[in-house]
């Protein structure tokens, strides 16, 4: 019994070695043990507006409920999005149809019991037919057509103003006063939708004029002056839709536009002209390049060419910035290399050379690999998405399992699979094999060192069995004697 202490020692220290935490992993056996978390998929996309919803809501606004109720749903109506265009076009369709009498006939008892307050800025529409004492079929329809005119200013939307524009028309003119208010309110989001108007009817144009006018928007040059890139896309292409011929130099302004999107909206504005802009189109061509263009090309031919003329130049100062890096890669200045190609793809994310850039970034990020990760794996993702071919591609995406599985294990979290992944896609990463090398040398190692203090136990147990077996027996003789 005197070897019970050492006996007790060691199996303590069997314990704790058994016990010792082992580092968190990853792949499979780690992921059947970790919740399950549905991979982020974005917005979805919301469905549009019906009309039985839209009507639902709109006859909470026109039903005998109580004001606080009414008033309620009408800003229930108002906070609509851009999916309920449709059904609100439909809806203002069928108001349009109504009784053109009824609806003068309201307006009359509305400015009657406004005292001439209905021209006002501060107007309230709405309010002042839930104010009205008349209430018959004429007051239902200015109320619903006053509720859908804040729905579309709210929305704001070219496409919302269009059907702002399109209603200064209906019963007579009587929301015209209803309509410029919302025009002084939003500016010039409204301009597109006016601009189109010029080739409406008469009255429509002649409101429209007065508008533009009244926001400093009377010219071509004017109304291009304005500070969202998407409304000046929009006036781009209203002046192409109604063929303005005054705007076409205004429009040749933008089709070498830094702005993508602005270039884009010039260069299909003025292709819209056709042959109504060819002798525009011919000018142009022959002020950037020195020479005329043949006679047989048309509009379009002169405008593809106008337009590879204008990329050229534009693109002249990008591709030199390409050059620059492309030469301090060849000398080994893998830092100035990169922050010049940054440049290039700053003004010109899809240049038709940015291939060339991959070997330049793909040597950067093996520099960077071991004394910045993240920032290599930035480097490695930037060049995956330049377009490089089959083969480098998989050698970046290779290089990226592996910098991520290495980030993953300065946070304990040990990932076999990861490393494989790194393998498969490109045998020749040294680097990926000889930590997966690692990670199944130290499982290897950890099982044996289980397996020993297991067995190790198994010895101890056995022999403290046998001690007291011993014991026992010895017990058992001293008793019969």
Known sequence: MRNTPILLVAILWASAAAAEPEPQA?????????????????????????????????????????????????????????????????????????????????????????????????????EAVFRSKKKDAGAKTILVTATLIRTLARIGSTQATRELVALTDDHGGAFRPEITRQVKALGEVFVPALIEARRSSQEIRRWANLQLEGLGKKTAGDAAQVKSSQVLCDVLRAFGNIHDVEALAVILSFVNSDRAQVRAAAREALASYGGDGLWKLREAYQNLTGKPTPDGWGAEQVAKELFLAYDRVRLQEVYDLLESGLKKQKEGDLDGATQDFDKVLARQPLLDRRSEMVAGYMAYGAKNAEADRVKALAVYRKAARLDPDKDRKAQIDSQIAYLEAMELETRGVYDAAMFKSALQLDPTNDKARAELERIEFDAEAKQEKSRRVFAGIAVLVIAILGIFAVGARRLTRLSTT
């Open 26 to 126: 990853t792949g499979s056996a780690a992921a059947s043990s970790a919740p399950s978390t549905p991979a982020p998929t974005g917005a979805e996309a919301r469905a549009a507006l019906s009309q039985d919803e839209l009507s639902a809501m709109l006859a909470k606004v026109t039903g005998d409920g109580e004001l606080p109720a009414r008033q309620a749903a009408v800003k229930d109506v108002v906070n609509l999005g851009q999916d309920a265009l449709p059904a609100i076009h439909k809806r203002l369709e069928a108001e349009r149809r109504t009784s053109t009498i009824g609806v003068s006939n309201a307006m009359k008892a509305l400015k009657e019991e406004n005292e001439g307050r209905m021209n006002a800025d501060g107007f309230d529409l709405v």
